[in-house]
Structures are given as structure tokens and as C-alpha cells.
């Protein structure tokens, strides 16, 4: 019973009932017709069950009121009209059909899709239920910048986070190799071979709304500057001599008007309450530049009203707040280790790991830091949170093995594709040990390695469900119901167009 509902439900009661339906459809009254909508686009195109409106005999009669509930750790990602409801919802089984308790109109989407996922063969296999998320903030990192992603497999995403109930999509729109959305005013800035509009860009951010995701931009700067970054548009760059020591400072002619232009046209199509300023890698910046940059970007994003994430190393500039977010991405074992770079990289790199390594020293420092400033820090720490480091585990397929020689980021020590089901973001010596703040979890999927969409599937899939099952269930585990659950789904990935997800044998044996 409810066998397939990713993540688990908080609390499953003992009662439960088989509800046979006619023509694969949850008839429902009482939820609103947008909600209805988007719930049934979701649960029709993953799971092959449609949810229609009946006024009168409903099999599930939505009832709007409060859910009791223990509040989410962490920040609300989500844009002030729609923050603060409770993401809730309780399911009861009476004789003739199902009521679901919920006070939000995201509650009764979360509900609606687990009793979507309740079906099978054609019977809604309904449980008393009570479900809620453990953390507040639920995310994935996309790198659109290495492989570009046109709008529509962004959608396709959203929908693969939205049926696993996570609600932020955090899009890395700029980068070393290119930059993937158009500023007015800045013609040439946008990478030619894939670049998002500002329909398309608005049209992604309503179409996550109506799933309850947040879509959150980023500009990474001041280092990782794309190539179309320069005096073309305006703007001095420095140069370090390598394409990955170029950086912007602020003090240079035309950087400051770029960066207000950059934001004012993120702040026109995003309503994501925070805007994200990257601040990673910037090697080659000295400390006194990197500080400055990131001051005046964290004030520019203040002055259009929003608040400011940047990723790990930007605690070091002192401009963060406590209302600011703050991304831990460095894992203690991923820690960078200069000799080994060394010894792995051609004779052409070892200038440039002379620039990365004091950049990678000073991370140690940086949840001491953290915790000292009170930011609340998003977990995306790389192992386990990394989706393109490769699992290290055996699949059913072997010509999976052969793909993930080249797909997957080298550098990263593969790991069980389970293994953050033994994994707590509170418990890690960075946040438990620093005493640090914990926003939510966020994965990520860097995409150097990724060709096409079967890529990102294989280095996606399973993982991205078990990372929601951390996110939002509870912190104890029911390893085996999880596992079922996961294996449940292989259907729904491949009707939503991952179908290359990894064949884990833990899993699909
Ligand atoms: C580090 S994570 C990066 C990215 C790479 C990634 C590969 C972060 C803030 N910077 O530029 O793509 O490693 O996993």
C-alpha cells in the first residue's frame, strides 16, 4: 500500500483501503482548479493517472484547514505571496473514498501527487497518512552552462523534482565556458550556441511556480567569467593567463555598471526571494578585490529588494547577513589536495594549481566562519550531495560502465549510489561541529561530462530521489520501503524522459 509514494510519508496509520478506479481517474472536489491542473499534468504524464474535478462524488473530497505539524528546518525558498503555508497534508480513508486535510494550495499538489502514486493497476491503494517535510529548502544545482539544457528539458526537470517533491530549482546560468541568458543592452554576452530568452526564462519560472518550485539564478562572479565577458560589451576583465584565472573587479572600468545591468534583468525575470552571486573559485583574485566584488554584488542584489546565497568562499568577504544564505560545497573528503592535482594534471595546470590551492586552504576555516556570522548555510556538500561524481556501485546494465568512463567528473572518488540514505546534513562535522545553521539540503549536477539528457539521467537517477527522501522525510530511515519505492519508479522516470537512469543492483535486481 502506497508502495510508491518518493519520499516516504512522515507517518503511515494502519488503516487503509482499495478504491477501484474507472478510466485511471482520481476524481476530486474541493481543490482549486490550478492546483487540480498542475497535479494532473504530473500524476497523468509519470504515473498514468489523471486527477479530474467532480463536485458531487468525489473519491476525494479535499478539505481545506491546518495540518498539525512540526515546522521545516531551515529557510523558505519561496517568492513572500506564496511563502509561509504550511506544506502539510493528511489523507484518511472512510468507507466510500479518501479526505484530504491540507492548508495550502502547495499542500493539496504535494497530497494529490502520493495518491497518484498510490495507484496501481488501477486501483488506488489509499493509506491514513500524515506528511510534511523535514527540511524547508529542497533543491538541485543545474549546470546549464557546460551542457546547455534548452527550456524544455528544464521543464522536463522541474517535473522530475516536483513528483519527488523537492521545490527549489537553482539554475547556474553563467560560467567559464558561457554565458546562457540575454541582458538588454549586452548583445554578444549570450552564448550562441544555446542562450535562454526572457519568455523562456519567464515561462520557466511559471511553469515550476504552478509545481511549487522555486527557480533560483545565478550569476557566478567574480571569477569563472565567460569567454563573452570583455571589452566587447564594455567590460575589463582581468586577465590571469589562463581562461580559468579571469576575473572581474569591481574597482575596473565598466564592471559595475555590468553587474547592476546582470542583476536588474535576473531581479525582472526571477521572483525568487534570494539571488545567487556565486563567489567560487575565484582564483588569481587577490583577497582585497575578491572582498570588494563580492560586497558591492551582495548590495546590488539588496538594492533591488532581494536577498543574497552566495557558495562557500564568499563568507570570507565578511558581507553576508544573517537574512543571507550561505552554500557549503567543499566535503571534508573531497578537500583539495594540491600534490595529488599535481601528479594527476599535465605540466600546463601547475601554474594554475599554484592559483587554486590557496583558494581550496582557506575552505577549511570557512564553516567556522559560517557559524561566527549566523548565515544559514544550504548542504550541497560534494559527497554525497554531487550528482556527477559516479557510483561506484554495480548495474544491471553493463554498457552503463562503459558510459560512465566518460560521463562523471573524474576527479571525485565514486560512492554507493545509497549512500547518502546514511547521511545527515545536521550531522556533519561542518554544521553539527561549527554549531553552523542549516538552510536545507541541495544537490547538484555539474555537467563538464554530460552530452545530452541520457547523461544527466544516469548521474542523476536513482540519487536525486534518494537526496529528496533525506530532504523532506524523516532523519530515521525505513531503508527497504525506500528502495521499494525508488524501484517503483523506474517506469515514471522513463514516461518523463530519464529512462538512461542508473540500473543500480541494490536497487533493480
Ligand atoms: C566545482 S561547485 C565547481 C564547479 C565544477 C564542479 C565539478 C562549485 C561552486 N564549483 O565549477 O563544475 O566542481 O563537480
Known sequence: MTARILPRPQHLGTAGRAFPLRAATITV?????????AADDLAFRAYGVHLSADAGAALVTVVETTVDAPEAIGTDPRPQHRAGSSEA????VGENGVHLAAGSAEAVFRGLLSLAASVEDGVLRAADLTDYPRFAWRGLSLDVVRHWFPAAEVRQLIDLLALHKLNVLHLH???????????????????????????ELDAIVAYAAARHITVVPEFDA????????????GVTVRDGG???????????????AFVRDVFAEIAARFDSPYLHIGGDEAFGDPAESYNAFVAAAAAEVRGLGRRVIGWQE??????????????????????FDPEKAKADLPEEYHGFIAMAAPVFAESVHDPERIAAAGVPVIVSASDPLYLDRRPSDPSTDPAQHETLTTVGFRAYEPRP?????????????????TGAIAAGVEAALWCETVRDLDDAALLLLPRLGLVAQRAWGSASIDRAAVLAATRAHAAAWTALGFGAFFRSKEIFE
Open 417 to 433: 549510489t545509497t549512500e547518502v540514505l546514511g547521511w545527515d546534513p545536521l550531522e556533519i562535522d561542518d554544521i553539527r561541529g
Open 89 to 92: 497534508y493528511r489523507a484518511t
Open 242 to 256: 589562463h581562461a580559468f584565472l579571469r576575473y572581474l573587479d569591481h574597482g575596473d572600468d565598466g564592471v559595475q
Open 173 to 199: 546560468l553563467t560560467d567559464t565556458q558561457a554565458w546562457r541568458f540575454e541582458v538588454p543592452g549586452r548583445p554578444g554576452l549570450a552564448a550562441a550556441d544555446g542562450a535562454y530568452t526572457a519568455a
Open 314 to 335: 564568499t563568507i570570507r568577504a565578511g558581507a553576508l547577513q544573517s537574512t543571507d544564505l550561505v552554500q557549503l560545497w567543499i566535503a571534508e573528503r573531497d578537500r
Open 29 to 37: 472536489s474541493g481543490a482549486d482548479a490550478a492546483t487540480l491542473a
Open 222 to 233: 567574480p571569477g569563472h567569467v565567460a569567454p563573452t565577458v570583455g571589452t566587447d560589451i
